[in-house]
Nanobody, 119 residues
Framework: QVLLVESGGGLVQPGGSLTLSCTAS????????INWYRQAPGLQRELVAS???????NYTESVKGRFLISRDNAKNTVSLQMNRLRPEDTAVYYC?????????????WGQGTQVNVSA
């Protein structure tokens, strides 16, 4: 059974930094595209950043220039480096791995990690 585990969340002051990690097991990690989503209380889940198997990256507008997504296929890990954090970045952050092959979508989620940005 595929397992995605997020870590690195916590409490940080505005302007601070955190690095989230998503570590996968029991999957051919390098062929998966990886997304980081977040969900704040009362709001819909939002796609924050993504990195494809070819390491193409994309970011939602509000985090461009502040967040950096990267992957290490040798360690089955994707990281989300978050800088200049703002209170509005407070949310539960989720890792999502997906791959479509032969018409079948393989889609997996982690359990989430809480990020709180507050003075």
């Amino acid at each position: 059974q595929v397992l995605l585990v997020e870590s690195g969340g916590g409490l940080v002051q505005p302007g601070g930094s955190l690095t989230l990690s998503c570590t996968a097991s029991r999957m051919a990690f390098s062929i998966y595209n990886i997304n980081w989503y977040r969900q704040a209380p009362g709001l819909q889940r939002e796609l924050v950043a993504s990195i494809t198997s070819a390491e193409t990256t994309n970011y939602t507008e509000s985090v461009k220039g502040r967040f950096l997504i990267s992957r290490d296929n040798a360690k089955n890990t994707v990281s989300l480096q978050m800088n200049r954090l703002r209170p509005e970045d407070t949310a539960v952050y989720y890792c999502n791995a997906y791959f479509e092959g032969s018409g079948v979508l393989h889609d997996f989620w982690g359990q989430g990690t809480q990020v709180n940005v507050s003075a």
